[in-house]
């Protein structure tokens, strides 16, 4: 993991200082806490990688509805890009509803106050099918995990494989009408971002993911995601951005729909636990609550596969 640099630290603090505060936050202090959050500050759970404010906003281009759920969300970063702005308040439009699921307590409480127009439910991506939502949203998005990031034993709906992002895209086709996702290069069947021309090009595993679900990940009005390559935090992924639409998909694929549930792994007991509680525990019995995504069988370095 990488050590915080002076000025990030402290920009951290203030971040969290500001989340800290008893009264709302107005817009930038809400953006400031967003640009300067330290996903890495305690450690990198689950391997978050929180994405570039420049990307989220091109993806946000392609999210339509009024009803869009941010699947693995982080502190919100997606979903702050795709909230209403004045065009729309100005223009009396009606509001955009985000739902934000997140299963780390500590970013939930920074999303509470970055985005409290948001209904963040804190909780694992693979409930999302069980979960009462109030029916399908327009848009899922997500950035998740990459990889063979362990899932305590869960699965999607009909994917089998083992690569996480494919198992979040499946789930949202559950509660979804279309899918908005950034995913790694090679995961999208096409390659755009950093190249000079548009080629298809699927591999073994998106060919797996497509005949288990049925669905067709597409490509974007032509956002290059590589002109953000610098902006990460420690890390420099190639990714696209792919679109799912589900209501082509829902009913096909080879695998069913319906398996019989994984045999549960011994709960750890995360989802009811207050950020608070979570905080104050010893940094290694917070990271002893997550599937960590280092791998060495896997070659898994948090989220990236290398
Ligand atoms: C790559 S980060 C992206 C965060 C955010 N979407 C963004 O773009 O900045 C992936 C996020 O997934 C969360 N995550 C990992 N496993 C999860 C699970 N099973 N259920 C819900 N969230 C999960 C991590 O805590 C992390 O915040």
Same mark, same amino acid.
């Given at each position: 993991?990488?050590?915080?640099? @002076? ?11 500001? *989340? ?33 404010? #420049? ?16 699947? !693995? ?8 890009? !795709?909230?209403? @702005? ?13 739902? !934000? *699921? ?7 409480? *920074? ?18 099918? #069980? ?23 869960? @699965? ?36 755009? %971002?950093?190249?000079? %021309? ?26 290059? /995601? ?21 209501? %082509? ?17 011994? %709960? ?9 509680? $979570? ?7 917070? *990271?002893?609550? $997550? ?6 069988? /896997? ?8």
């Amino acid at each position: 993991m990488a050590k915080l640099t @002076t000025e990030q630290a402290t920009q951290h603090r203030k971040a969290l200082a500001l *989340v800290d505060l008893d009264r709302d936050l107005t817009l930038t202090e809400r953006e400031f806490v967003i640009d300067h959050y330290m996903e890495t500050a305690d450690a990198r759970l689950d391997g978050a990688f929180f994405t570039p404010d #420049g990307l989220a906003r091109d993806m946000s281009i392609e999210v339509t509805g009024k009803r869009v759920i941010d699947l !693995c969300a982080g502190i919100g970063r997606l979903a702050f890009a !795709c909230r209403d @702005t004045d065009w729309e308040r100005l223009n009396n439009e009606q509001p955009r509803e985000l739902v !934000c *699921v997140e299963r780390n307590p500590e970013y939930v409480r *920074v999303g509470k106050k970055v985005l409290p127009e948001a209904t963040w439910i804190l909780g694992d991506v693979f409930d999302v099918p #069980g979960m009462d939502l109030g029916g399908p949203f327009d848009t899922a998005i997500g950035n998740p995990p990459y990889g063979a990031v362990a899932r305590g034993g869960r @699965t999607a709906p009909r994917y089998t494989g083992g690569r996480f992002e494919y198992h979040v895209i499946d789930v949202a086709a559950a509660v979804a009408r279309r899918g908005v996702f950034i995913v790694p290069q090679e995961m999208a069947p096409f390659r755009y %971002s950093g190249r000079s %021309s548009f080629t298809e090009e699927r591999t073994d595993a998106y060919n797996r993911f497509e005949r288990q679900t049925g669905i067709t990940l597409g490509h974007t009005v032509g956002i290059d /995601t590589s002109y953000y390559l610098d902006e990460w935090r420690d890390a420099a992924p190639r990714t696209e951005i792919v679109r799912a639409d589900y209501t %082509s998909a829902r009913h096909s694929g080879t695998a069913p729909a319906a398996r019989p549930a994984p045999k549960p792994q011994p %709960s750890r007991n995360w989802t009811g636990m207050g950020a608070t509680d $979570f905080n104050t525990r010893p940094k290694a019995a917070q *990271v002893a609550m $997550f599937d960590v995504g280092d791998d060495a069988a /896997t070659g898994t370095i948090g989220l990236f596969d290398v």
